[in-house]
């Protein structure tokens, strides 16, 4: 059973900086891509930045720049630091895992519980 757990999200002022984890068990942590992914109410969940097994990532345009994907194979954990965050970054935040397609396809079947992550102005 794949289990992973967020955290790290709060409440920022503009400008300020968050830092997720989410902790991975269940499966082969290293052979499988991670990323998160942001939703808004009532949109849909788009992909925030994702890093592959061999550490190459990809991030959303909205994020370059600003957010870095890491991950650290020892510990089962990815992670996402957020710098000079502003208030669209707004939203709940989801750890996925899996084939690298479905990672930012948005189309695994392994999700985190999220964790709200808000931006005052």
């Known amino acids: 059973q794949v289990q992973l757990v967020e955290s790290g999200g709060g409440l920022v002022q503009a400008g300020g900086s968050l830092r997720l984890s989410c902790a991975a068990s269940?499966?082969?942590?290293?052979?499988?891509?991670m990323g998160w992914v942001r939703q808004t109410p009532g949109k849909q969940r788009d992909l925030v930045a994702a890093?592959?097994?061999?550490?190459?990532?990809t991030y959303a345009d909205s994020v370059k720049g600003r957010f870095t994907i890491s991950r650290d194979n020892a510990k089962n954990t990815v992670y996402l630091q957020m710098n000079s965050l502003k208030p669209e970054d707004t939203a709940v935040y989801y750890c996925?895992?899996?084939?690298?397609?479905?990672?930012?396809?948005?189309?695994?079947?392994?999700w985190g519980q999220g964790t709200q992550v808000s931006v005052s102005s």
């Open positions: 890093i592959a097994t061999g550490g190459s990532t």
């Open positions: 996925t895992t899996g084939r690298w397609m479905t990672v930012v396809r948005g189309t695994s079947d392994y």
């Open positions: 269940g499966r082969t942590f290293i052979s499988y891509a």
